[in-house]
């Protein structure tokens, strides 16, 4: 009891908030992220790939992010000591998992191992407009072969999972480049291995070719260059020569002529670099394996533009890029870009074994990607229909049971409507459980009353378009237009009214 007053005692209680960078979901949000994972996940099990479950916590060293000189572990996780002393942290992604998991079971999996995994990462980061602490990514990769055949085989199953989504040909296209490549070309042009910061320095600049274009870059290669704002960013000063052999390398749009194949102006970039030399050979063997397959350069192309984090990958990079424009938070049209990225890293395994596994992954960023296809009218939800209780709770459980149970998919099985009875009680006014009914997002609302009910009759009411119509109300006769949004019909009637209503099969 004292501790009961103690709770109640003014300023004990905790205040109602989310953490920075995390947020709450609910029904529909959730519903849709689950269709689109499991049409992904079809995708992928259709390949012969296999689900894999690994901890939300993996130890800290494993994951690679820790500073043994301080106190706590914060290199972008979130981490804690464990009972033992251990450093725990939240996984950061899902493929330092993986990793840990092939090191340890090495000796009793299949070579090459195939597998898929979804689920929810951490990043330790500072949070902004659209980024979050906690999101949701899927995952496959193929661990044990060096084959561009594993590398060319993931991004076919990420263009089947994009298609399989409703996206069209020429709604996206991935692009490979290779870390080999980038290599040759620095080689190329006489900037050495140990050169960090010159090298880095080209990297970003060549990742800023969207968004800064032919001369930004070339400013950024050369001398540097001072944006709007007048802050200076520092060049990598590369000679003409050089920057000229690294834009070859680049080849933007409209740099050389239309239709040139890529391959060849790679080949003129990297000279006779050895590495570069490789990373062409890769990329080729990749793009023929594609084209073999019927997979063409409207969907998979070489991008020498292409950066992804490349002191992680040792080879073949991928990026999947949406081409349509959407709507950002500022109202302004803008082209959707990336949905899902990945590459080779082969030394990743290497970190626990001492020995290098070949290992090649994709992942898709399935929030992001959901955004791209909800702003395109794609991957709808599925609509919900309220069954309200009108003085006899059973009809209106009998009746969202029958509807579940015949607006089925007669192949697949699979629900097309949600029906729910309403629960709030059987005395509550019909306008109170309309709006709960809008509330929820209903697209059909389905009652009676006793004489209805004793007539064998339903009323079915269309909340969609009466919210529609009701907005252009401006006299008696636009009001019963409004009021035949509504239809009464027979009971047996009920699903056949309600296919018809919905343009349902």
């Given at each position: 009891?004292?501790?009961?007053?103690?709770?109640?005692?003014?300023?004990?209680?905790?205040?109602?908030?989310?953490?920075?960078?995390?947020?709450?979901?609910?029904?529909?949000?959730?519903?849709?992220?689950?269709?689109?994972?499991?049409?992904?996940?079809?995708v992928y099990e259709s390949y012969g790939f296999e689900p894999l479950q690994t901890p939300t916590f993996e130890y800290t060293d494993a994951l690679g992010k820790f500073l043994p000189d301080v106190d706590r572990p914060n290199e972008g996780v979130f981490s804690l000591r464990d009972d033992d002393e251990q450093w725990l942290s939240l996984r950061y992604d899902l493929t330092a998992p993986l990793a840990r998991y092939v090191a340890e079971n090495f000796q009793h999996l299949p070579k090459p191992f195939r597998r898929y995994q979804t689920g929810l990462v951490y990043r330790n980061?500072?949070?902004?407009?659209?980024?979050?602490?906690?999101?949701?990514?899927?995952?496959?990769?193929?661990?044990?072969?060096?084959?561009?055949?594993?590398?060319?085989?993931?991004?076919?199953?990420?263009?089947?999972?994009?298609?399989?989504?409703?996206?069209?040909?020429?709604?996206?296209?991935?692009?490979?480049?290779?870390?080999?490549?980038?290599?040759?070309?620095?080689?190329?042009?006489?900037?050495?291995?140990?050169?960090?910061?010159?090298?880095?320095?080209?990297?970003?600049?060549?990742?800023?070719?969207?968004?800064?274009?032919?001369?930004?870059?070339?400013?950024?290669?050369?001398?540097?260059?001072?944006?709007?704002?007048?802050?200076?960013?520092?060049?990598?000063?590369?000679?003409?020569?050089?920057?000229?052999?690294?834009?070859?390398?680049?080849?933007?749009?409209?740099?050389?002529?239309?239709?040139?194949?890529?391959?060849?102006?790679i080949g003129s970039a990297v000279g006779p670099s050895a590495i570069g030399t490789l990373g062409l050979n890769e990329v080729r063997g990749i793009r023929d394996i594609l084209q073999a397959a019927g997979y063409g350069e409207d969907q998979v192309q070489v991008d020498t533009s292409i950066i992804r984090g490349?002191?992680?990958?040792?080879?073949?990079?991928?990026?999947?890029?949406?081409?349509?424009?959407?709507?950002?938070?500022?109202?302004?049209?803008?082209?959707?870009?990336?949905?899902?990225?990945?590459?080779?890293?082969?030394?990743?395994?290497?970190?626990?074994?001492?020995?290098?596994?070949?290992?090649?992954?994709?992942?898709?960023?399935?929030?992001?990607?959901?955004?791209?296809?909800?702003?395109?009218?794609?991957?709808?939800?599925?609509?919900?229909?309220?069954?309200?209780?009108?003085?006899?709770?059973?009809?209106?459980?009998?009746?969202?049971?029958?509807?579940?149970?015949?607006?089925?998919?007669?192949?697949?099985?699979?629900?097309?409507?949600?029906?729910?009875?309403?629960?709030?009680?059987?005395?509550?006014?019909?306008?109170?459980?309309?709006?709960?009914?809008?509330?929820?997002?209903?697209?059909?609302?389905?009652?009676?009353?006793?004489?209805?009910?004793?007539?064998?009759?339903?009323?079915?009411?269309?909340?969609?378009?009466?919210?529609?119509?009701?907005?252009?109300?401006?006299?008696?006769?636009?009001?019963?237009?409004?009021?035949?949004?509504?239809?009464?019909?027979?009971?047996?009637?009920?699903?056949?009214?309600?296919?018809?209503?919905?343009?349902?099969?």
């Amino acid at each position: 009891m004292a501790s009961d007053k103690k709770i109640a005692q003014k300023g004990s209680k905790p205040k109602a908030r989310l953490p920075r960078g995390f947020r709450d979901r609910f029904g529909a949000e959730i519903a849709a992220e689950r269709r689109l994972v499991d049409i992904i996940r079809g995708v992928y099990e259709s390949y012969g790939f296999e689900p894999l479950q690994t901890p939300t916590f993996e130890y800290t060293d494993a994951l690679g992010k820790f500073l043994p000189d301080v106190d706590r572990p914060n290199e972008g996780v979130f981490s804690l000591r464990d009972d033992d002393e251990q450093w725990l942290s939240l996984r950061y992604d899902l493929t330092a998992p993986l990793a840990r998991y092939v090191a340890e079971n090495f000796q009793h999996l299949p070579k090459p191992f195939r597998r898929y995994q979804t689920g929810l990462v951490y990043r330790n980061e500072k949070p902004g407009p659209g980024r979050f602490r906690e999101f949701t990514q899927f995952d496959a990769d193929t661990v044990g072969s060096n084959s561009p055949a594993a590398d060319a085989e993931l991004l076919m199953m990420v263009c089947d999972a994009l298609e399989a989504l409703g996206l069209n040909r020429g709604e996206y296209i991935v692009k490979i480049n290779n870390r080999k490549l980038l290599d040759g070309v620095l080689e190329a042009v006489g900037v050495p291995s140990d050169d960090k910061e010159r090298r880095g320095i080209i990297l970003r600049a060549i990742d800023k070719m969207d968004r800064l274009g032919l001369g930004g870059v070339r400013q950024l290669l050369g001398p540097g260059r001072t944006d709007e704002s007048g802050d200076r960013t520092k060049g990598a000063e590369l000679t003409e020569t050089q920057i000229n052999q690294v834009m070859l390398f680049v080849a933007p749009e409209g740099y050389l002529p239309k239709n040139f194949d890529p391959l060849l102006r790679i080949g003129s970039a990297v000279g006779p670099s050895a590495i570069g030399t490789l990373g062409l050979n890769e990329v080729r063997g990749i793009r023929d394996i594609l084209q073999a397959a019927g997979y063409g350069e409207d969907q998979v192309q070489v991008d020498t533009s292409i950066i992804r984090g490349l002191d992680y990958y040792t080879g073949p990079v991928f990026e999947a890029q949406l081409t349509f424009k959407v709507k950002n938070d500022e109202g302004q049209e803008v082209v959707f870009g990336s949905v899902a990225g990945g590459g080779r890293y082969d030394d990743l395994v290497a970190r626990f074994t001492g020995q290098q596994v070949p290992a090649t992954g994709i992942s898709i960023g399935v929030s992001r990607l959901l955004t791209a296809l909800q702003q395109r009218d794609l991957h709808s939800e599925t609509p919900l229909i309220v069954v309200l209780s009108m003085g006899d709770v059973g009809w209106s459980f009998s009746v969202a049971k029958e509807l579940r149970e015949k607006l089925k998919d007669p192949i697949s099985g699979k629900l097309l409507v949600r029906a729910e009875a309403y629960v709030g009680g059987a005395k509550k006014k019909l306008q109170d459980q309309l709006k709960y009914a809008d509330k929820r997002g209903a697209v059909l609302v389905v009652f009676a009353g006793d004489d209805e009910r004793a007539n064998g009759n339903v009323t079915i009411k269309d909340l969609k378009r009466g919210a529609e119509l009701s907005k252009s109300v401006e006299s008696r006769a636009d009001y019963l237009g409004a009021r035949n949004a509504q239809a009464t019909v027979s009971r047996n009637d009920l699903v056949a009214k309600i296919k018809e209503k919905l343009g349902l099969r």
